[in-house]
């Protein structure tokens, strides 16, 4: 496959004003017809010889008529070629007809036009379009699209972009129905749906006092599960009037449920096509997390309205451009909606986890990355999440007001426009008179920066001096990075535990800005020895190291007013804790209590003033995943076996607490999806884990009985994963039956009920997991269904995956070769934990890069997994 470059970039040739297609659909034979308003691109080069081809993207089409200005064209006058069609052209401006065919039952890939349980439906971004007919797929070729849908009358429903503006009847009694959507838009935001769905319908009024129609459609059986996401998406919907002026543009926005579907969901203007699993949604069906899940969701993509559709990409370099800001404004619109401190630990965690490793593995990238083979391949952690960490930043270094300042001004500027993340900095720098040209920095080099800060007191001058040094590791492609300008929010703390005044005024906290790979910032006026409190907030992307004891810790934990740093510090408690029971472990010696960890936990655990939800993120161990993220070389079985200990110790030690706050927040309410209630099932639920972990029957009769008395999800999800994990293998085998007969018929729960099993390190082994693979609801075709089962061994059990013996990754190479003939960009994303061989001891690393090397040699790859797997073995 070949590498494409950013620097190669030119503008297109030819620009397409108006783009009419009309549908006809058939699941073996859909004929496409497209007729396009072809116009020569002033801006682009004019060149010497003429009008150049015209070049239309197109894949798996069968091709049947090109005609020009209404006349069939001769052959000669166009040539086929792999992935679209050469066109010779002879005037400036020409309709471009073109009819072709495709059959979307056979479209496995989700990508394009496929069938999902019988129902139409499409995924455009990034390249989908060229799977529909020949254009030219790239995003900055904006266009009026006017869409005709016919359909036999059993699809009864038919949606695509913008405004319904004619229906009817065709003489042979099928439906039509014909859409226009008023805002120019890229291909991949095209979006067209058909089949028998319910709706339910709501309006929003505009801050402009406008009314908006709401529908949100979905198979019947579901209609009962769309209350959460319509309320979702009115908050969404406010929230943008007000915490950024963007109201709705178009008189109708429609969401539509989709079983099968790669992504969480899609943006498509007008018309939103979910991943059922990111939008459906019943207090008896859906965890609490799926309901914070869905509820940022249906805020991301109402969002891209203005951050990606009225401002969209240049080119698929510049995705962070609007992903980053989106997931930036979705994670503020989160937070301002539940607990502001555990949004953000959760997605530090993310990203920690997750992020960190990608940056430190072979596909490390930077957040506008230079080169790619496979687009898919770059819907990234880093250009998300990381991505969303820059626009922090810079929301951080200028202040609220002038972040606005510098949004309303790229709004306004690049409304209708694609455009670049560059343009972006401009649009901040300009309408605030402010310089990031260091700053831009983040958006070029890979690798997750290391702080290495050391401090000094001088109690005669009463001078505190923090050192900070900055330094970001060599990644492929790049070395000797330049130092990063970097936001480091600090305070102080006292003896007392109360923040020291740091200037005149009184101000307490205050960001320093390190620009230079060294430097000190020195504090004056502190009367006595501080502990410091850094990077508050998680103010940037990065590790940091500074050498706090334990006590220190207990310390902040206790009294830290920054409760992400508070979080933060039990954190570091924990990993200390976990790395020093690891050396113990490979020494082969005896493991030794952690007391100054559960002595911390203790004081959380007692600590009736915290918010719940943070109390449950402050006993919550860090993962397997994210402790191998820590090690220089991970050796699986030691930190299995340090992770295992601590928590047995911690159940043991506390059980007595852990009983009683149970039992004080075990409450007989009615399910409520309020951030309240969520906090309080999160801590129940986590001291539920630990009472069951000390695996004696009184703590697993607890788990028995919130199950069987199945009151909402959260709990009963809670609790069988408790009794998976630490009850009698016949126990469990009996609840899952039994929980599975309740359930079967609903596609979210028993996705639930499948990752149960998979990712439980006790219960879920090869052998189990294997078995699923077999079970009667499993498809292989269904990407949620892979995320669940297959997914959730090699991502999330680390033990039963990490099984000495390399069966867990020969099995996860077997599966990632069986999907890569069905769906490329989902067996690509699976193969993740194989790419980070290098970082595995001697004995693991070969087998995993054995199983890694049996998908290379296995010849004819798709371009998807060809790049990961030939990029993670040189
Ligand atoms: N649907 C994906 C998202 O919203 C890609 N744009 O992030
Ligand atoms: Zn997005």
């Known amino acids: ?483 990063l300008c970097i936001p480091v929010t600090t305070a102080l703390l006292g003896a007392d535990g109360k923040e020291l005044p740091l200037n005149q005024a009184g101000a307490t906290e205050t960001t320093l800005l390190l620009t230079e790979a060294c430097q000190e910032f020195v504090f004056g006026n502190i009367k006595e020895r501080p502990l410091p409190s850094l990077l508050r907030g998680f103010s940037a992307p990065v590790k940091l190291r500074y050498d706090y004891r334990d006590h220190q810790l207990q310390f902040l934990m206790r009294h830290d007013s920054d409760e992400f740093n508070r979080w933060d510090a039990g954190q570091r408690l924990a990993l200390n804790a976990l790395a020093a029971l690891q050396v113990q472990f490979r020494a082969g010696e005896a493991l030794r209590t952690p007391d100054a960890l559960i002595a911390g936990y203790a004081s959380v655990l007692g600590n009736g003033a915290l918010d719940p939800a943070l109390v449950a993120k402050m006993l919550a161990l860090p993962s397997a995943q994210e402790l191998a993220e820590q090690e220089g070389e991970i050796h699986a079985a030691a930190i299995i076996a340090a992770r295992e200990f601590v928590r047995n110790a911690i159940a043991d030690a506390l059980k007595p607490e852990f009983l009683a706050r149970y039992r004080q927040l075990d409450q007989r309410t009615p399910y409520s999806a309020e951030a309240a209630d969520i906090a309080r099932r999160s801590l129940k639920n986590t001291c539920l884990a630990y009472l069951c972990a000390t695996m004696d029957d009184d703590a697993l009769d607890l788990a028995r009985s919130q199950l069987a008395r199945g009151e909402n999800m959260t709990d009963s999800a809670s609790a069988l994963g408790a009794l998976v994990e630490f009850g009698p293998v016949e126990d469990a085998e009996q609840h899952l039956e039994s929980f599975y007969q309740q359930w079967q018929q609903d596609t979210q729960v028993v996705e639930t009920w499948f990752g149960l099993q998979s990712t439980s390190a006790s219960y879920g082994t090869l052998e189990r997991v294997q078995q699923l693979l077999g079970h009667s609801a499993f498809e292989l075709t269904n990407p949620n269904k892979v995320r669940a089962v297959i997914g959730g061994f090699a991502m999330r059990n680390f033990k039963q995956f990490h099984k000495e013996d390399g069966s867990g990754y020969e099995f996860l190479s077997d599966q990632v070769i069986a999907l890569d003939k069905l769906n490329p960009q989902i067996a690509a994303r699976l193969v993740t934990p194989l790419t980070r061989w290098k970082k595995y001891a001697a004995s693991d690393a070969g087998l995993i890069k054995s199983a890694l090397q049996r998908i290379a040699e296995c010849g004819s790859l798709s371009r998807d997994l060809f790049e990961v797997v030939s990029k993670s073995l040189s």
């Open 1 to 483: 496959p070949r590498t494409i470059y950013l620097k190669d970039y030119k503008v297109p040739d030819y620009l397409i004003d108006h783009t009419e297609l009309t549908f006809d659909l058939d699941p073996q034979a859909t004929l496409v017809k497209s007729r396009l308003k072809v116009r020569r691109n002033p801006a682009a080069d004019p060149g010497d010889s003429g009008l150049p081809a015209l070049w239309l993207d197109g894949v798996d089409l069968e091709l049947l008529s090109v005609s020009i200005n209404g006349k069939l064209l001769p052959a000669q006058r166009y040539q086929e070629m792999t992935g679209g069609l050469l066109l010779a052209v002879e005037t400036p401006e020409f309709e471009l007809e073109v009819q072709n065919r495709i059959a979307p039952e056979s479209n496995t890939s989700l990508e394009g036009l496929y069938l999902s349980n019988g129902m139409y439906c499409t995924q455009c971004e990034a390249e989908g379009f060229r799977k529909i007919t020949f254009y030219p797929d790239r995003p900055d070729v904006m266009s009026i699209f006017t869409t005709t849908i016919v359909a036999p009358a059993s699809y009864p429903v038919l949606l695509s972009n913008g405004n319904k503006i004619d229906s009817g009847t065709t003489q042979d009694g099928r439906l039509r129905v014909t859409w226009e959507d008023p805002f120019a838009k890229p291909a991949y935001l095209f979006a067209l749906v058909a089949g028998d769905l319910q709706y339910v319908e709501d309006t929003f009024t505009t801050s402009s006092g406008r009314e908006v129609k709401l529908q949100l459609f979905t198979e019947a059986r579901n209609i009962r599960k769309c209350e959460h996401a319509m309320v979702s998406l009115k908050h969404a919907m406010r929230w943008d009037e007000e915490v950024y002026g963007r109201e709705y543009d178009l008189d109708i926005f429609m969401i539509v449920a989709v079983d099968h579907f790669n992504m969480g969901a899609m943006e498509n203007k007008g018309l939103n096509i979910f991943n059922s699993a990111c939008v459906l949604a019943s207090p008896e069906t859906a965890t609490d997390a799926a309901f914070q899940r869905i509820e940022s969701i249906v805020a991301h993509e109402y969002f891209h309205n203005w951050s990606g559709n009225r401002v969209t990409c240049r080119d698929w370099f510049q995705l962070s451009l609007k992903e980053g800001f989106t997931v930036f404004r979705d994670a503020e619109f989160s937070a301002d909606m539940n607990s502001r401190a555990v949004k953000r630990i959760e997605d530090v965690t993310v990203l920690r986890t997750a992020q960190f490793a990608e940056d430190g593995g072979p596909m490390s990238h930077p957040v506008r990355p230079d080169s790619y083979m496979e687009i898919s391949n770059f819907y990234t952690l880093t250009v998300y999440e990381k991505g969303a960490e820059v626009v922090r930043m810079i929301h951080t270094i200028l202040g609220p007001e002038a972040f606005r300042r510098g949004s309303d001004l790229y709004f306004e500027r690049h409304d209708g426009c694609a455009v670049t993340c560059e343009d972006f900095v401009v649009a901040m720098e300009d309408a605030n008179d402010a310089d990031l040209k260091q700053f831009r920095r983040w958006y070029s080099q890979a690798g997750t920066p290391v702080l290495d800060v050391e401090d000094r007191y001088d109690e005669d001058k009463g001078e505190y001096t923090l050192k900070i040094r900055q330094h970001t590791p060599d990644t492929p492609g790049q070395k000797d990075k330049l130092p």
